[in-house]
Structures are given as structure tokens and as C-alpha cells.
């Protein structure tokens, strides 16, 4: 599976939850991801929500959830740098450019913009790429942004599947 066949897959759902990130060696990124799903109803009491109007608005809502039954690693090798964010005080810049809903692969960004600044990776004059093409992929989950230059296509394994 493609990083842009499994934005397909989760596209038709909420965000999906970062369960994992994890580093390996020579500059190897992984991030477990799980689907998101709806869950259950239930009551609230007054115990658990002492004010009346939210906890009617909390027991007539469903949460979100990650699916336990469904998981993926996105592994990136030879990145070149990443960035995880809260995705609460995360906002894209209007002149960003990308494809995908979850998983998106950018054209243009502020970060390629920056990534020179940001890193000893360049755009010589000739317009080729130190230390070798690269490209921006970001994975938008319910609490995390996470933003990461890669010189290698991200590879995508489904490690969970009941």
C-alpha cells in the first residue's frame, strides 16, 4: 500500500490517532497510526459532570476513538528532518500546496521554503537537490501534525488487522 492509498482509506473517516513515533537507526522515522471510529454513547452523571447543561450535551455525543482492531506504520528512511506539532495550535500557511487529506504530500510549503535555514539541505543553483531530492509529507492526526522532509517515498505496512 502507497502513502496515498491509505489517505483513500482514511479518508471517509475522522482523523486517525498517532499511537506511535519512534526513531531507528540511521535516521529512520516510524509513526503507527490507527483509524479513528465512533463509539458508544453513554450517561453522565452528576458525579462524573457536576453542570447540568454539559453533561445533557456529553451524553447526547459520541466520541471518537482510535479503531483497536486496525493499525498502520508509515516508515520514513533518510529524513532529512521532522516536526511533530499539537495539532490544536497548528495552522497551514494559505500558499501551501498539497494533495491528500490525512496524509498529504506537499508541492509548496513554508517549511521547503525554510528547510535550508533549517537544515544543511539545498537547492544548489543548478536546481539540483544536496543531498539528493526530497520532498514533504505530513501526516494530520486528532492530537498531532506531524511534518517530515524525506529524500525517500514514505513505505506504509499494516501491522493490525482483526
Not at 522515522?29 to 450535551?57: C, Y
Request: glycine share 6%; charged share 25%; aromatic share 10%.
Amino acid at each position: 500500500m502507497t502513502f496515498e492509498e491509505l489517505d483513500t482509506e482514511l479518508s471517509s473517516g475522522f482523523a486517525p490517532f498517532m499511537i506511535s513515533l519512534s526513531e531507528g537507526e540511521d535516521n529512520e522515522l516510524s509513526v503507527t497510526i490507527s483509524p479513528s471510529e465512533v463509539g458508544e454513547r453513554r450517561d453522565f452523571s452528576e458525579k462524573d459532570e457536576p453542570n447540568p447543561a454539559i453533561r445533557e450535551l456529553l451524553s447526547s455525543s459520541r466520541p471518537i476513538l482510535p479503531n483497536e482492531n486496525k493499525a498502520f506504520t508509515i516508515t520514513f528512511e533518510g529524513y532529512i528532518l521532522y516536526q511533530v506539532g499539537n495539532e490544536s495550535y497548528c495552522s497551514g500557511d494559505p500558499r501551501d500546496k498539497f494533495t491528500g487529506k490525512f496524509l498529504r504530500v506537499y508541492e509548496s510549503s513554508a517549511l521547503l521554503e525554510r528547510i535550508g535555514e533549517l537544515s544543511d539541505a539545498q537547492i544548489l543553483k543548478d536546481g539540483t537537490f544536496y543531498p539528493g531530492k526530497w520532498a514533504h509529507y505530513e501526516i494530520v492526526t486528532q492530537n498531532h501534525i506531524i511534518s517530515v522532509i524525506s529524500l525517500n517515498e514514505p513505505k506504509v505496512s499494516i501491522i493490525a488487522e482483526k
